[in-house]
T-cell receptor
Framework: DAGVIQSPRHEVTEMGQEVTLRCKPISGHNSLFWYRQTMMRGLELLIYFNNNVPIDDSGMPEDRFSAKMPNASFSTLKIQPSEPRDSAVYFC????????????FGEGSRLTVL | KQEVTQIPAALSVPEGENLVLNCSFTDSAIYNLQWFRQDPGKGLTSLLLIQSSQREQTSGRLNASLDKSSGRSTLYIAASQPGDSATYLCAPRAGYSSASKIIFGSGTRLSIRP
């Protein structure tokens, strides 16, 4: 398996622009997580899905952030409009139904908002 | 609300030493706990996963222990090498539901001096 795939790996945009980050979880995994990592706040859970349904979005910073999972093999995290304080590395992770419940991460999308 | 603390925040030791990284969590009703490694600019790589029914788990020079009742886990690294230099994060998984969330500690930044 190719693992969790995220795109783009790097994005530089200007304040006010819309940003869409994409994630393809490992095939067969039924839980998907979006995290944000910054030097100041570490790794924060933004939202997670189970069987394509959002379970907890309490970590989403504000209404400018939205996430969708239209099917089991694809999820997006959208920021509109983007602000400089959104600059961070955004990670997607997925987890399967097996007994271990091990979490696997993508390589991340590094976002810079100017 | 689960809170995860990792001590120390940073550690620098000479090559060859054995060392222990600590992780504590406030909610002991966990399903499992996972230790990750993160190299600079990279995603998180799973090292070890301990189920709530286990006391320890070993992989090569790494040994992770879990004391669920006291809310603690340790990662023991034997005979440290410069290649072990990275940030190590622990992540307890809340509850037993297949939809349960995973919260991360802030990590221990480890540097092994040749």
């Amino acid at each position: 398996d190719a693992g969790v795939i995220q795109s783009p790996r790097h994005e530089v945009t200007e304040m006010g622009q819309e940003v869409t980050l994409r994630c393809k979880p490992i095939s067969g995994h039924n839980s998907l997580f979006w995290y944000r990592q910054t030097m100041m706040r570490g790794l924060e859970l933004l939202i997670y899905f189970n069987n394509n349904v959002p379970i907890d979005d309490s970590g989403m910073p504000e209404d400018r952030f939205s996430a969708k999972m239209p099917n089991a093999s694809f999820s997006t995290l959208k920021i509109q409009p983007s602000e400089p304080r959104d600059s961070a590395v955004y990670f997607c992770a997925s987890r399967g139904l097996d007994n271990t419940g091990e979490l696997f991460f993508g390589e991340g999308s590094r976002l810079t908002v100017l | 609300k689960q809170e995860v603390t990792q001590i120390p925040a940073a550690l620098s030791v000479p090559e060859g030493e054995n060392l222990v990284l600590n992780c504590s969590f406030t909610d002991s009703a966990i399903y499992n706990l996972q230790w990750f490694r993160q190299d600079p600019g990279k995603g998180l790589t799973s090292l070890l996963l301990i189920q709530s029914s286990q006391r320890e788990q070993t992989s090569g020079r790494l040994n992770a222990s879990l004391d669920k009742s006291s809310g603690r886990s340790t990662l023991y690294i034997a005979a440290s090498q410069p290649g072990d230099s990275a940030t190590y994060l622990c992540a307890p998984r809340a509850g037993y539901s297949s939809a349960s969330k995973i919260i991360f500690g802030s990590g221990t930044r480890l540097s092994i001096r040749p």
